[in-house]
């Protein structure tokens, strides 16, 4: 009951008072609209895109949107992003400050927000002081991940290609040299008896044997044992050997071809599923928020001094002593 004759107290003094706290609300709610305005604060606007990866591998435990995060929030992105636009000036940081930079970053950090969602998408969320800029830095931070991954790309297939290339030049070397022994063999003008043939070649073609169990090299080198010296049998060698060494050349060039081909492509490595646009209307300051805030906080503020008013004059008055 007494929580209730309380409520009845407040609605009656809301009563006495009502056209002045409708004046005094009033006037809050006007005022914070007059200074939420354009006049004094200069308003922001957001624009935002919501991307997937694509076309790249995830590193060490790290997933492919963790790695799309890491590198938009990069120190080159960044820096890129903050001179294509030249956002000191833009945002009015003064470059004579002493924590220019330290300014600048943080608004930065403040204005441009980079999260993962909870679908394994990353939102970039830009604010600014022209929609159309808002708009233009969404998209060049997703042209720079781009970039970004296919540089990283072409140097880590530029050396697989370098590798491809000193392999199959070896490969190449070791044919012509096995081509330009049998083309002697075959040619056989004025060449003199063969008695041995070349420890190199004979070695490498030991390992060619070693690797292939029950295989055409090891009936030859069961021929080759019986008759080391004979020319036949060493063309039979050569012979052999130049097939298995094409053959691994071939393997390599197929390697080399797709390396090439990873090394020259142009792809995107992002899929926008929410495309950033201009925005036509402010997100900052919400003007509606100011002033509903203004207005209640005002509201009760006033409440509170007007209960204080009215019970200093409930306040009894204590009586002063006359002289008898």
């Known amino acids: 009951m007494d929580s209730f004759f309380n ?7 809301i009563f006495k008072w009502k056209y002045h706290l409708i004046i005094l609300v009033g006037a809050a709610i006007v005022l914070s609209g ?39 929030k990069s120190s080159s992105i960044r820096d890129s992003i903050i001179r ?47 929609p159309k800029i808002a708009c233009d830095i969404v998209n060049s931070i997703i042209s720079y991940y781009d970039q970004s991954v296919q540089n990283l790309h072409r140097v880590k297939f530029h050396e697989v290609v370098q590798n491809f290339e000193e392999v199959l030049a070896k490969k190449r070397n070791t044919l012509d040299s096995i081509q330009n022994a049998i083309d002697e063999l075959s040619i056989g003008k004025g060449q003199p008896a063969i008695s041995q043939p070349d420890p190199a070649l004979m070695k490498t073609f030991a390992e060619k044997v070693n690797e292939k169990e029950n295989s055409k090299e090891l009936d030859l ?40 081909l990873n090394y020259n ?43 204080i008013i009215e019970n200093r004059k409930l306040k009894p008055v204590p009586a002063t002593k006359t002289d008898a």
């Open 34 to 72: 007059l200074f939420s305005s354009k006049l004094f604060v200069k308003p922001l606007y957001n624009s935002y895109a919501v991307v997937y990866p694509s076309n790249i591998y995830p590193y060490s435990d790290e997933s492919e949107t963790e790695q799309m995060l890491q590198l938009f």
């Open 84 to 130: 294509k636009y030249d956002l000191g000036k833009h945002w009015g940081v003064d470059p004579n400050k002493k924590y220019y930079l330290s300014t600048l970053l943080y608004l930065y950090g403040q204005r441009i927000e980079i999260r993962k969602t909870e679908f394994e998408s990353v939102e970039i969320d830009v604010m600014d002081y022209d």
């Open 221 to 260: 080198a069961k021929r080759m044992k019986a008759r080391p010296g004979s020319k036949e049998a060493r063309l039979l060698m050569l012979s052999s050997l130049a097939m298995s060494e094409a053959e691994a050349y071939s393997k390599f060039k197929l390697n080399y071809d797709e390396a090439v």
């Open 265 to 307: 492509r142009d792809y995107t490595y992002s899929n926008i599923v929410v495309t950033p646009y201009v925005s036509d209307k402010k997100a900052f300051p919400k003007s509606w928020l100011i002033m509903s805030l203004s207005a209640i906080t005002t509201f009760f503020l006033a409440l509170v001094v007007i209960s």
């Open 7 to 13: 409520y009845m107290n407040v609605f009656r003094l």
